[in-house]
């Protein structure tokens, strides 16, 4: 309790109420306005001074222009009978605009309705004389200079979700929820035969719906449900091929498959039950069937194998269980125990896809997988004093990996295998944490874990220098993880906490087998700090600094003036995050804030190419050549003042001053001189475009106005 | 005369006349509040009355806790013991410096809360490592922060602070601008590993992108094994949430002769060759287009290397 106020309200109503009468039992209502549901609606323009193709993906803000600021929160409760209403309506003048209105008789019955569009703006501009980019129909012009235009990849999701509640009685209620999402728009992709731009093109919906019961009782908790899923995709092919430049159609179409309708449904049970008052059990059993058996387009004119499908008839099978314990064995001691079964078996039929010619080096089948785990967990906590408890944990994880082997060669390896495979992981995992408190304002914690993964020998691939890796995951590692954190709070007003946090992995490798990735490590700093700097103004800052590191090494082949290379790539990503905040009453009326974040991030790309044969470092095709990958320096400042004034006692006009600063040198889009990146060498010749820099300052004004 | 000036009078003449006719103190928002609303109000640094504002407001839920529901009796907490030179905390407090054990914190709340999403709270990495219902929760607040997606992620980040930073990152899910939250993936209450809201990785993720579920006529193994292994869905420095770039992603998996073993490397100009543009643009990507899966029964190799 805070001794700041010394007057407190009940004893201002009673004093009113009991001294002054009824007369001025009219400041009671007060204590109304404190405790009854509060409504705010905020209306208002912004206007963004430049655009913001980065920093504007998802609020619906990417461009320079004005926006409507428009949001509400509308809470009626009729307090006779319980019954909520509550609309919540959040950027109404934007493209990211959402709402959700919800009817509710507590503890009873409620129904409600949502929608929210989430638009996405790709950051990149793309100028192309590709025609139909994100249709299921692209033509991509072969003049080398042809007039490109502008387009713009982005996708807006459509969702509208529907609710309804009742509670059946005795502990007892049912639920369902329905949504369905409509999702469109394009997004970068490619021609798949040649390095040339395409556009997919995303027309879909996706529904969910779920339908569950729920039952607790003071010793048994049980909850069952249906729930399904389907997707649905307007296109399944899309056909590109070039054009001259008179715009005839070249013949070489060449056709991109795409994701075809699924659906999945799943039932479910979770339960758990007291066997005491201090010990517990869990369990969850879970099956779920997604099939996929839709036609398989085929563009005109395209070769297909006799045997190949035309449909699929895939089917996933997933099937779930799990037991657990918990126990509070003493007051001391507790300890949980639990035990996974996750089945990820994929049923569909093993057939042959593609076989060109005689004999199969290059057949295809389809491969339908399967992940089996089981993972088993032991964990004890023991208080040692008040203040000191130590927790120490085991979890041993076994998982069988299967994958058909149909097209073998003489050697009975398996033709179209390019990745190496294991049948069989194991995982065992040990950690010990201590926790204390080391004074009244001192408080910390440590944790140390180690896990051990490895399997049997790995299946062979189809070539030998495949062979030589390790796949990351798959392969043997041992990893370390180690966290320190303390939570000090020198002054009643002033909060620090600290944070730091090690890992490290060392990928198992064998003279055989020395590729893939041989160690990571991931370091975590972060300070953060709160204070009150009176009873009207508070700060809060934080830093952090972040790094990850991988070495990895490889094999390089001879291929096109490159000569047989081993390749030790150091890559290094280097965070460092500032945010800082400062909010209070500047005056009786007038309140304000200010909010700073500041992220860095380099990324690295060192490679050693220590040359093991004849040719050169890169490889060279037709006069072009390659250079190693420079550094990446992603900045972002966003800067944000606040100021609301109170006009009368519900409402208030709020004030926003933003600015934003963006820099990159990603060379993502970009050849080594540092020019647009351009697509092929005999077609349109498309760019995709990012701004290096970008700058904007935001403007906005808010009447705000409260009731109740 | 001032309307403060005016209640402090009153309020010494009442004191007075209550030592004398001790008039039954009214509740203000729960049954039975009155002996805690006496001391505590909107005054304190958390304000209680508020609470009404809420679910647990609600009187005409015969449901409805009161305050002694979550805090217990605590009757020396009200009544100080004339030995005691600091009066008792309630039988059950909540705030940072509470020295209720956290078990018996979240045990207030499972009294009514146990079902649905928290039946396996007691499992989950929260529950077992020193976080209550009230770690996150302002219960007595109108707005309780973290059930709103637009702040839920502070509250999150908390802890998570290597989140915050992730977060923070070019590409990210749309957390940040509001449109997403934690809890749209992570079931913060739940026993799943990761806590997520589905079963495993790829489950939770095909909520929202249910296209890659497939299953395909030609399955790309990590995608159905965990997105995870290729994607960093908390925000990275690269498109699409990678966690490296190609060719260094691909090569973590492959080290085919030709040209997927090529090293990393920027094209000098306008090529076609794919063994110099495994880092530019979409890199490895550029061909391999639908490397989630594919659908083409086209009788080509390449149909079975996500390049059709």
Redesign the interface.
């Known amino acids: 309790m805070s001794s700041k106020h010394i007057l407190k309200l009940t004893a201002l109503s009673a004093a009113l109420a009991g001294a002054w009468g009824p007369a001025l039992a009219q400041e009671e209502p007060s204590v109304a306005e404190l405790s009854k549901p509060e409504s705010v609606v905020s209306l208002g323009i912004g206007y963004w001074s430049d655009d913001r193709p980065r920093l504007g993906i998802y609020d619906g803000m990417p461009d320079k222009g004005a926006y409507g600021l428009l949001d509400a929160l509308i809470i009626k409760r009729d307090d006779a009978t319980g019954t909520w209403f509550t609309l919540d309506a959040r950027y109404l003048g934007l493209d990211s605009r959402e709402f959700r209105a919800e009817w509710l008789r507590q503890g009873d019955i409620g129904v409600s309705i949502e929608y929210n569009r989430i638009p996405y703006a790709s950051p990149f501009t793309v100028m192309t004389a590709t025609q139909g980019l994100g249709t299921s129909m692209q033509r991509v012009p072969t003049p080398s200079a042809p007039v490109l235009g502008e387009w713009q990849a982005g996708t807006v999701r459509d969702g509208w979700s529907a609710g309804f509640f009742k509670n059946l009685g005795g502990g007892t209620d049912f639920r369902v929820s329905l949504k369905n999402e409509h999702k469109e728009g394009g997004r970068l992709w490619g021609r798949g035969g040649a390095a040339e731009f395409a556009a997919e093109p995303i027309d879909s919906d996706t529904r969910q719906l779920e339908a569950v019961v729920s039952h607790a009782g003071k010793t048994f908790q049980i909850q069952g449900g249906y729930y399904g899923s389907s997707y649905t995709n307007r296109n399944s092919l899309v056909d590109t091929a070039n054009i001259n430049a008179a715009g005839t159609t070249l013949t070489n179409p060449f056709y991109l498959s795409l994701p075809l309708d699924n659906q999945a449904h799943q039932l479910y049970v979770n339960g758990a039950y007291n066997f005491t008052d201090r010990t517990r059990g869990t369990f969850k059993v879970a099956y779920t069937r997604a099939t996929q058996d839709e036609d398989i387009p085929v563009g005109n004119g395209v070769p297909v194998f006799s045997g190949a499908p035309t449909h699929l008839d895939g089917r996933l099978d997933t099937t779930l269980a799990q037991l657990g314990v918990n126990s509070r064995a003493t007051s001391n001691l507790s300890w949980l125990a639990s035990l996974r079964y996750y089945n990820s078996d994929e049923k569909t039929p093993q057939q042959r896809v593609v076989q060109p010619a005689a004999g199969c080096g290059t057949c295809v089948d389809t491969t339908p997988l399967g992940f089996k785990t089981l993972t088993g967990r032991l964990e004890g906590t023991y208080r040692l004093t008040a203040g000191t408890s130590l927790i120490g944990g085991l979890e041993y994880s076994d998982q069988d990996r299967k994958v058909p082997f149909g097209n073998l060669n003489a050697t009975g390896v398996d033709n179209q295998r390019y990745v190496p495979w294991r049948v069989e992981l194991e995982e065992l995992t040990y950690y010990v944490q201590g926790r204390r408190s080391l004074s009244e304002t001192l408080n910390g914690s440590i944790r140390y874990g180690h896990s051990k993964r490895d399997g049997p020998d790995f299946t062979l691939t189809n070539e030998a220098q495949s062979d030589m890796i390790n796949p990351i995951h798959i392969a043997d590692r041992d990893r370390d993880k180690f966290r320190l954190m303390l939570d000090w709070s020198p002054l009643q007003a002033l909060t620090l906490t600290f944070n730091a946090e090690y890992a490290k992995d060392e990928y198992g490798h064998s003279d055989t087998r020395p590729y893939g990735l041989r160690d990571g490590s991931a370091t975590l700093y972060s300070i953060d700090a709160a204070y009150s700097i009176s009873d009207n103004w508070q700060m809060t800052a934080w830093y952090s600094r972040d790094s990850a590191k991988a070495t990895q090494l490889g094999q390089r082949a001879v291929n096109n003036g490159a000569a047989e290379a081993v390749k030790e790539a150091n890559l290094e990503d280097i965070g460092d995050t500032f945010g800082a905040g400062l909010k209070g009453t500047i005056a009786p009326r007038l309140k304000g804030g200010i909010d700073l974040l500041y992220s860095k991030n380099v990324n690295k790309y060192p490679e050693a190419i220590t040359l093991t044969g004849a040719g050169g470092v890169f490889p060279t095709v037709a006069g072009v050549t390659g250079a190693p990958l420079p550094d990446i320096e992603n900045k972002m400042t966003r800067l944000k003042l606040y100021a609301s004034y109170a006009l009368q006692k519900h409402s208030e006009v709020r004030f926003d001053y933003w600015h934003e600063l963006w820099q990159t040198n990603d060379w993502t889009w970009m050849f080594a001189s540092g020019t647009p990146f351009t697509y092929g060498t005999t077609t349109d010749g498309t760019q995709v475009i990012q701004q290096p820099k970008q700058s904007a300052n935001f403007f906005g004004v808010r009447y705000i106005y409260r009731m109740q | 005369m001032k309307l ?1 000036h ?3 009078l ?6 007075g ?2 030592a004398q006719d001790k ?1 039954a ?1 009214k509740d ?2 729960l049954n039975g509040d009155a002996k805690c ?9 958390y ?1 209680v ?5 809420t ?1 647990h ?7 409805t806790p009161t305050c002694t529901s979550c805090h217990g009796e605590s009757d020396s907490h009200i009544n100080k013991p004339a030995s005691a030179t600091e009066r008792p905390r309630p039988d059950r407090s909540f705030g940072k ?1 509470s ?1 209720t054990p956290l ?1 018996e914190r979240s045990a207030a709340c499972l009294t009514c809360h ?3 999403n928290r ?2 709270w ?2 989950s990495a929260h529950s ?3 976080v209550a219902c009230s770690s996150c929760h302002q219960i007595h607040a ?1 707005h309780d922060k973290v059930r709103d997606k ?1 702040t839920q992620p502070d509250t999150c980040f ?1 802890c998570h ?2 989140q ?3 977060i ?3 590409w990210h899910h ?1 957390v940040p ?4 939250s934690c809890s749209s993936c992570h079931n913060v209450h739940g ?1 799943n ?1 990761k806590q997520l809201v589905r ?2 990785v ?2 939770t993720c ?3 992108h ?10 790309h ?2 995608v ?3 997105c995870a ?1 290729c994607h960093q869905p908390h925000g990275t ?1 690269i ?1 699409s949430l990678l966690k ?2 190609p060719p ?1 992603l691909c ?9 997927p ?17 495994g ?4 890199g490895c ?6 490397i ?13 290397r ?3």
């Open positions: 403060a005016l209640a402090l009153a309020a010494l003449f009442s004191a006349a209550a008039p103190r203000m928002v609303t006496r001391c505590h109000n909107e005054g304190d640094d304000p009355l508020a609470i009404g504002k679910k407001g609600t009187m005409a839920d015969a449901r410096h020295k078990e146990q079902g649905g039946i396996q007691q499992m077992n490592r020193d109108a637009l908390t602070k290597e915050r930073a992730q923070n990152r070019p749309p601008e509001g449109k997403m026993g590993p079963d495993s790829t489950e095909f909520t929202c249910m296209e890659k579920r497939g299953p395909f006529v030609h399955n193994p990590p159905q094994e965990d292994i420095t498109p490296a770039r260094f090569q973590e998996c492959h080290s085919h002769t030709s040209h073993s090529q090293a990393g490397a920027l094209p000098g100009g306008r090529t076609i060759s794919n063994s110099l543009l880092s530019v643009g979409r990507l550029t061909c391999h287009t639908n989630h899966g594919s659908n083409s029964t086209q009788n080509s190799a390449t149909a079975g996500f390049r059709r």
